[in-house]
């Protein structure tokens, strides 16, 4: 049985006690956990990876990314969220063929793996064909990650699609392999419900429902309240954003016990609203992690962890100066947010019992932060501190994933690289031929709205003239 042995690390178990051990060992055996603790005796054949000046975690769990969208990453980083729909929804998104979802896909499994994110909720809304939907799930399969394959197809609405002959084959050949399943599609709030559809789906097929919600200007409250009404707000939805929605909306969510994905860069750049977290601190909802889209930002956790981190308390000082008060004591903490992007992440899933922690029986999805040629890697006080604001994907030693080791020494373990770039360069290529390339760069780069600089009355003529 393939064993690994992590020797000396300072190991954050991320246990229900949050237990911290200095200078110990994780083994892992035949893809479990089967022992955490000090001075740990490595069984026969056993792989050692020296952990030490290093931090062991669990691996990251992200409950909310569009991997299909990694093939354009950085395209839109001047953008709104309104500039997101128009490319994607209705002029551009329909481009994609199959090849380019698999590209895409491949692209952003690989990103994540990278980055010490070892399960991923694939919101995999550009699925317009079968065709399309057996890419994106070939892609996954192929990358040696843990991955949750939330079907969607924004061509469509969620009423026709689910109901359609061809989703019912795909779910039937491909849904009880390694991969999750989840159904992705968001609820307008137009009172004819037509969404119902959709749910009985999921209902049957007994998948949970992720979905945009709380989303300025495309989802609100009304969505919500239908939701609710018809019974379809369960434990394992997963509501995506939540970013202004009114607090009886709030009221259902932690009555029904679902939990909200918190993508902060994403709300803080494209505006869907206020990142929540002060909001789901106040009503109990469960929160975890997610990067939304590498279309703007890149697929990695320590960004969600130090962005949440800074948005919450920005909102808690700017929200006290109002009151000409001083915030003497910040309520979010840095463990919190180490908690978010991995417990968060199982209890979202329905995985706790299998991977978010290192403790006998888990999977063995482990990650190893270590970088002795980083000046940022010492001293390391605060464990929780240093993952969620110092540490970054460079410093991404090690990962296991069910015990295999998928990178090694900072690179990526049995990984073709090469083919994935000329996939995703093909991509390119194809949306730039089917677009044309002032359209391509055009899309790249809106247009800037007019500043207006104040009028200053501290600038004198004379001065400046001179
Ligand atoms: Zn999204």
Known sequence: MDAVLFRNGLVLTMDDAHTVLPGADVLAVGGRIAQVGVGLTAPPGATEIDATGGIVMPGMIDTHRHLWQTAMRGYGADWTLTQYFVWYYLESGRHFRPEDIYAGNVLGALEALDAGVTTTVDWSHGLQTPQHADAAADALESVPGRFVLAYGNIQQGPWEWATSPGFRDFVERRMRGRLGFQMAFDVTGDPAFPERAAFEVARELDVPVTTHAGVWGATNDDGIRLMHEHGFMTPSTIYVHAATLSGDSYQRIAATGGSVSVSTESEQSAGQGYPPTWQLR????????????????????????????????????????????????????????????????????????????????????????????????????????????????????????????????????????????????????????????????????????????????????EWTNT
């Open 282 to 461: 106040d009503h109990g909802i469960p929160v975890s992690l997610s990067m939304d889209t590498s279309v703007w930002w890149s697929g990695d956790l320590f960004s969600a962890m130090r962005a949440t981190l800074g948005a919450d308390r920005s909102r808690e000082h700017l929200q006290a100066h109002g009151r000409a008060e001083t915030v003497t004591h910040v309520h979010l903490r840095a463990e919190q947010v180490v908690d978010w992007a991995t417990r968060g992440g199982s209890r979202a899933l329905g995985l706790d019992g299998v991977v978010g922690s290192l403790q006998p029986g888990r999977a063995a999805d482990v990650v190893l932060l270590r970088n002795d040629d980083s000046p940022v890697m010492f001293p390391i006080l605060n464990p929780y501190g240093h993952v969620a604001f110092q540490a970054q994907r460079g410093d991404v030693h090690t990962v296991l994933v069910d015990g295999r080791i998928v990178k090694r020494d900072h690179k990526l373990v049995g990984v073709d690289l090469g083919k994935a770039r000329a996939d995703v360069e093909r991509t390119v290529e194809h949306l730039i031929a089917t677009m044309g390339p002032d359209a391509w760069r055009k899309g790249m780069n809106p247009d800037i709205p007019a500043t207006k600089i104040l009028d200053n009355p501290y600038t004198y003529t």
